[in-house]
Protein backbone atom coordinates (compact mmCIF):
# COMPACT_ATOMS: atom_id res chain seq x y z
CA UNK A 1 0.00 0.00 0.00
CA UNK A 2 2.48 2.72 1.17
CA UNK A 3 4.63 1.41 -2.13
CA UNK A 4 1.98 2.14 -4.30
CA UNK A 5 1.45 5.91 -2.74
CA UNK A 6 4.56 6.70 -2.87
CA UNK A 7 4.67 5.91 -7.07
CA UNK A 8 1.89 7.99 -7.23
CA UNK A 9 2.69 10.58 -5.18
CA UNK A 10 0.78 10.30 -2.50
CA UNK A 11 2.13 12.27 0.40
CA UNK A 12 0.21 11.71 3.40
CA UNK A 13 -1.12 8.25 4.16
CA UNK A 14 -2.99 7.16 7.40
CA UNK A 15 -2.63 3.66 8.48
CA UNK A 16 -4.93 1.63 10.69
CA UNK A 17 -2.99 -0.23 13.58
CA UNK A 18 -4.82 -1.26 16.56
CA UNK A 19 -4.37 -1.34 19.92
CA UNK A 20 -3.48 -4.97 20.26
CA UNK A 21 0.22 -3.81 19.65
CA UNK A 22 0.36 -3.12 23.05
CA UNK A 23 0.20 -6.71 24.02
CA UNK A 24 -1.19 -8.39 26.71
CA UNK A 25 -3.56 -5.53 29.18
CA UNK A 26 -1.46 -4.14 31.92
CA UNK A 27 -3.75 -2.60 33.90
CA UNK A 28 -2.60 0.88 33.06
CA UNK A 29 -3.56 3.75 30.45
CA UNK A 30 -0.86 3.49 27.83
CA UNK A 31 0.44 6.39 25.87
CA UNK A 32 2.24 6.44 23.05
CA UNK A 33 5.58 6.59 24.34
CA UNK A 34 4.97 3.37 26.10
CA UNK A 35 6.64 0.04 24.96
CA UNK A 36 4.53 -2.62 22.42
CA UNK A 37 5.13 -6.55 23.27
CA UNK A 38 2.46 -7.78 19.96
CA UNK A 39 1.78 -11.46 21.75
CA UNK A 40 -0.68 -12.86 18.69
CA UNK A 41 -0.46 -12.90 14.58
CA UNK A 42 -2.96 -9.72 14.40
CA UNK A 43 -0.82 -7.58 16.45
CA UNK A 44 2.52 -8.48 15.18
CA UNK A 45 1.37 -7.55 11.53
CA UNK A 46 -0.07 -3.87 12.70
CA UNK A 47 3.27 -3.29 14.75
CA UNK A 48 5.13 -4.37 11.37
CA UNK A 49 2.91 -1.84 9.55
CA UNK A 50 4.25 1.05 11.70
CA UNK A 51 7.12 -0.20 10.92
CA UNK A 52 7.13 0.01 7.38
CA UNK A 53 5.62 3.40 7.69
CA UNK A 54 8.33 4.62 9.61
CA UNK A 55 10.91 3.48 6.54
CA UNK A 56 8.48 4.94 3.85
CA UNK A 57 8.62 8.28 6.26
CA UNK A 58 12.27 8.12 6.09
CA UNK A 59 11.85 8.59 2.37
CA UNK A 60 9.64 11.69 1.90
CA UNK A 61 6.24 10.46 2.98
CA UNK A 62 4.05 10.94 5.18
CA UNK A 63 2.61 8.32 7.04
CA UNK A 64 0.88 8.33 10.39
CA UNK A 65 -0.30 5.24 12.26
CA UNK A 66 -3.61 5.49 14.54
CA UNK A 67 -3.82 2.26 16.97
CA UNK A 68 -7.38 1.90 17.09
CA UNK A 69 -9.58 0.45 19.36
CA UNK A 70 -12.51 -1.83 19.11
CA UNK A 71 -15.17 0.38 17.67
CA UNK A 72 -18.83 0.06 17.75
CA UNK A 73 -21.39 0.25 14.53
CA UNK A 74 -22.61 -2.02 12.26
CA UNK A 75 -20.67 -4.38 10.60
CA UNK A 76 -18.79 -5.49 14.08
CA UNK A 77 -20.58 -8.94 12.88
CA UNK A 78 -19.61 -9.14 9.56
CA UNK A 79 -15.89 -9.80 10.14
CA UNK A 80 -14.80 -11.96 7.20
CA UNK A 81 -11.70 -13.70 8.92
CA UNK A 82 -14.90 -14.89 11.46
CA UNK A 83 -16.98 -15.67 8.81
CA UNK A 84 -14.93 -17.88 6.87
CA UNK A 85 -13.45 -19.59 9.74
CA UNK A 86 -10.25 -18.37 9.77
CA UNK A 87 -10.39 -17.65 13.57
CA UNK A 88 -12.16 -18.01 16.20
CA UNK A 89 -12.11 -14.92 17.90
CA UNK A 90 -15.12 -14.51 20.21
CA UNK A 91 -16.98 -11.41 19.49
CA UNK A 92 -16.10 -8.15 21.15
CA UNK A 93 -18.98 -7.34 23.28
CA UNK A 94 -18.92 -3.71 21.29
CA UNK A 95 -21.43 -5.88 19.35
CA UNK A 96 -23.62 -6.36 22.13
CA UNK A 97 -25.92 -3.48 20.83
CA UNK A 98 -26.29 -5.66 17.92
CA UNK A 99 -26.68 -8.96 19.00
CA UNK A 100 -29.30 -7.49 21.78
CA UNK A 101 -31.41 -6.10 19.13
CA UNK A 102 -31.66 -9.29 16.96
CA UNK A 103 -33.03 -10.73 20.01
CA UNK A 104 -29.80 -13.04 20.91
CA UNK A 105 -28.38 -13.25 24.60
CA UNK A 106 -25.22 -11.47 25.81
CA UNK A 107 -23.32 -11.78 28.86
CA UNK A 108 -21.33 -8.37 29.31
CA UNK A 109 -18.39 -7.69 31.48
CA UNK A 110 -18.40 -6.38 35.24
CA UNK A 111 -20.25 -3.56 35.73
CA UNK A 112 -17.02 -1.57 37.34
CA UNK A 113 -14.69 -2.70 34.35
CA UNK A 114 -13.87 0.12 32.42
CA UNK A 115 -13.15 0.28 28.83
CA UNK A 116 -12.99 2.43 25.55
CA UNK A 117 -15.32 3.46 23.70
CA UNK A 118 -15.31 4.25 20.21
CA UNK A 119 -18.25 4.70 17.53
CA UNK A 120 -17.30 4.23 14.33
CA UNK A 121 -18.26 7.42 12.34
CA UNK A 122 -15.77 8.98 15.32
CA UNK A 123 -13.32 6.74 14.06
CA UNK A 124 -13.81 8.13 10.66
CA UNK A 125 -13.49 11.25 11.64
CA UNK A 126 -10.02 10.71 14.13
CA UNK A 127 -8.97 9.47 10.20
CA UNK A 128 -10.13 12.57 8.67
CA UNK A 129 -7.57 14.60 11.50
CA UNK A 130 -5.22 12.80 10.56
CA UNK A 131 -5.36 13.34 7.13
CA UNK A 132 -6.39 17.16 7.00
CA UNK A 133 -3.75 18.29 10.20
CA UNK A 134 -1.84 20.98 8.69
CA UNK A 135 1.54 19.32 10.39
CA UNK A 136 2.23 15.86 11.98
CA UNK A 137 4.13 15.94 14.99
CA UNK A 138 4.39 12.17 15.52
CA UNK A 139 4.07 9.18 13.48
CA UNK A 140 1.70 7.51 16.02
CA UNK A 141 -1.92 8.42 17.64
CA UNK A 142 -3.74 6.21 20.13
CA UNK A 143 -7.79 6.36 18.47
CA UNK A 144 -10.51 6.27 21.36
CA UNK A 145 -13.20 8.20 22.78
CA UNK A 146 -14.63 7.82 25.58
CA UNK A 147 -13.62 5.96 28.43
CA UNK A 148 -16.48 4.26 30.42
CA UNK A 149 -17.88 1.70 32.98
CA UNK A 150 -18.87 -1.33 31.25
CA UNK A 151 -21.59 -1.14 33.98
CA UNK A 152 -22.85 2.13 31.68
CA UNK A 153 -23.19 0.51 28.59
CA UNK A 154 -25.16 -2.53 30.48
CA UNK A 155 -27.42 0.01 32.05
CA UNK A 156 -28.21 1.82 28.64
CA UNK A 157 -28.80 -0.77 27.42
CA UNK A 158 -31.24 -2.09 29.50
CA UNK A 159 -32.77 1.39 29.09
CA UNK A 160 -33.18 1.20 25.70
CA UNK A 161 -34.22 -2.48 25.11
CA UNK A 162 -36.26 -3.91 27.98
CA UNK A 163 -36.87 -7.00 26.45
CA UNK A 164 -33.00 -7.87 25.76
CA UNK A 165 -31.56 -10.78 27.69
CA UNK A 166 -28.39 -9.05 29.17
CA UNK A 167 -26.41 -10.71 31.60
CA UNK A 168 -23.47 -9.38 33.62
CA UNK A 169 -20.32 -12.10 34.19
CA UNK A 170 -19.80 -12.89 37.86
CA UNK A 171 -15.77 -11.93 37.07
CA UNK A 172 -13.68 -10.41 34.22
CA UNK A 173 -13.28 -13.03 31.49
CA UNK A 174 -11.08 -10.52 28.86
CA UNK A 175 -9.12 -7.80 30.13
CA UNK A 176 -9.10 -4.80 28.22
CA UNK A 177 -6.35 -2.55 27.39
CA UNK A 178 -6.72 1.45 28.13
CA UNK A 179 -5.41 3.81 25.84
CA UNK A 180 -4.24 7.52 26.60
CA UNK A 181 -5.98 9.88 23.83
CA UNK A 182 -4.64 13.19 24.77
CA UNK A 183 -2.51 13.53 22.02
CA UNK A 184 -4.92 12.93 19.20
CA UNK A 185 -6.88 15.83 20.91
CA UNK A 186 -4.53 18.31 21.45
CA UNK A 187 -2.23 17.95 18.41
CA UNK A 188 -4.43 17.09 15.54
CA UNK A 189 -7.86 18.72 16.93
CA UNK A 190 -10.06 15.28 17.36
CA UNK A 191 -13.27 16.10 19.22
CA UNK A 192 -15.72 12.91 19.80
CA UNK A 193 -19.20 13.53 18.40
CA UNK A 194 -20.59 10.57 19.94
CA UNK A 195 -20.58 9.59 24.12
CA UNK A 196 -20.91 5.82 24.61
CA UNK A 197 -24.85 6.48 25.04
CA UNK A 198 -25.21 8.60 21.57
CA UNK A 199 -23.30 5.67 20.00
CA UNK A 200 -25.24 3.06 21.33
CA UNK A 201 -28.23 4.41 20.08
CA UNK A 202 -27.14 5.28 16.54
CA UNK A 203 -26.23 2.00 16.88
CA UNK A 204 -29.04 0.36 16.97
CA UNK A 205 -30.98 2.35 14.80
CA UNK A 206 -28.79 1.21 12.01
CA UNK A 207 -29.56 -2.41 12.88
CA UNK A 208 -32.97 -1.62 12.99
CA UNK A 209 -33.07 0.10 9.53
CA UNK A 210 -30.63 -3.01 8.13
CA UNK A 211 -33.86 -5.21 9.12
CA UNK A 212 -36.25 -3.49 7.19
Known amino acids: MFEAARIHGIRRVVNAS ?10 ECKNEDDPIFPDRPYAAC ?16 EIVSLRVTSSMGVGRLGRATLKAGLT ?7 AAPELAALGQPVTLPPDEQVADFLYVVDTAEAFWCALDA ?23 LRRLLPQ ?5 AGERT ?7 NTRLVSELGFA ?6 AGVEKYIEEVRAARR
Open 134 to 156: PALPRPVYNLRAQQRRVGDLTAH
Open 46 to 61: KAWSENMADVFNGWGM
Open 164 to 168: AQLEV
Open 18 to 27: SVSVYGPPSG
Open 192 to 197: PRYTME
Open 174 to 180: QELQLMD
Open 88 to 94: HERVSFM
